[in-house]
């Protein structure tokens, strides 16, 4: 029965294109009554239709034991991310891999509670668990009301959210660019920001990143200095923060900060982006692939790109610049746009 039902599972996913990063599409053999059941959960419930009408393709003995359930697990549960950059994970345990992160303020879908483990969807679609400690779980109404207010949008690199208006007083958050928050007032160059918690600290706003409100700049040239003030930040697996990037996540980043929102991993943006039909033009993602797209970067211009591989770095196309990379000219596969 276990080989019958996983072929039959496996060829529904392959048929249906089911992308697991962004579905809930599971399964897994469980004992009642000294009877062994099968329980497949969807965070579809089209996708649930389609694989109920296919499942008369299995012999009546597994069908009966195929019991189905469609996520979410209470209807209307969000949450909001009440620390600077939550790990979300691919099972519900902190031994588990970090697939992406989320930032402090953002809003996720409660698709599932385990215990103190959250299953949530992040905005880009992403889904993964994440530690309840660093949620708060909000209503529709609730969450209606913290988006509808004054947002403001973080544009440091990092910061401190404090107690008062005073650098030396007590750090109730650090915050990371791209977060949004709520504030509630001004006064000199502090704000006064709400947290998802709803207690209130004041941040200094320094806007190192002036130049994103500049006029006359193209916004090819604002993603360009956008992601010039990452060099250096060190690599990490499913990092979409100063706290690390990897090389999808940087990306991401630096478009989001820029008004664009892209998928989250290189392959999803590859399908996103749109082949150019004219030569590489600065704010173009360069993809690379062996075998499969596995590596995505940014074209700055002069045959140079910038991405994350080991730390965000430049590199070049061209033999005779000190940031030539032999590797990743050979493994090059095309440029395209989105913008």
């Not at 599409?25 to 089209?46: A, C, H, P, R, W």
């Not at 697939?99 to 409660?110: A, F, H, N, P, R």
């Not at 090389?247 to 399908?271: A, E, H, W, Y």
């Not at 940014?298 to 196309?317: E, M, T």
Request: net charge positive; charged share 30%; hydrophobic share 40%.
């Amino acid at each position: 029965m276990h080989k019958k039902f996983s072929d039959f599972f496996e060829n529904f996913r392959i048929k249906n294109d089911i992308d697991q990063r962004l579905t809930v599409f599971e399964y897994d053999f469980y004992q009642t009554k000294g009877s062994l059941k099968i329980k497949v959960i969807f965070s579809d419930s089209g996708l649930m239709e389609s694989f109920e009408n296919e499942l008369v393709d299995l012999p009546s003995g597994i069908r009966k034991k195929v019991k189905l359930a469609v996520l979410p697990d209470k209807k209307n549960m969000f949450g909001l991310i009440n620390v600077c950059a939550a790990s979300i994970v691919s099972s519900a345990s902190f031994k588990s891999c970090m697939l992406t992160q989320s930032l402090l303020g953002e809003k996720v879908d409660i698709l599932q509670i385990s215990g103190d483990w959250l299953r949530v969807r992040c905005e880009d679609g992403y889904i993964g668990w994440v530690n309840s400690s660093q949620v708060v779980l909000y209503t529709d109404k609730e969450i209606s009301k913290w988006e509808n207010g004054r947002v403001f949008l973080f544009r440091d690199t990092i910061g401190d959210i404090k107690e008062s208006l005073d650098d030396f007083s007590v750090s109730l958050r650090r915050i990371l660019i791209g977060s949004k928050l709520p504030y509630l007032k001004k006064k000199g160059e502090w704000l006064k920001v709400k947290l998802p918690d709803n207690s209130e600290g004041w941040l200094k706003n320094k806007t190192e990143l002036k130049w994103l409100d500049e006029k006359g700049k193209s916004i090819r040239e604002k993603i360009v200095l956008t992601s010039m003030k990452f060099l250096g930040i060190p690599y990490l697996w499913g990092g979409k923060s100063p706290m690390g990037f990897d090389c999808s996540g940087f990306v991401q980043t630096v478009f989001s900060l820029n008004g664009i929102s892209l998928p989250r991993d290189s392959d999803m943006q590859f399908k996103f982006a749109k082949k150019t039909v004219h030569s590489m033009k600065k704010g173009d993602l360069l993809f690379f692939c062996k075998n499969v797209i596995s590596h995505v970067g940014i074209y700055i211009g002069n045959k140079r790109f910038i991405h994350s591989r080991g730390f965000v770095r430049i590199s070049s196309f061209d033999e005779s610049d000190k940031y030539y990379d032999k590797y990743l000219k050979e493994i090059f596969f095309e440029s395209r746009s989105v913008i």
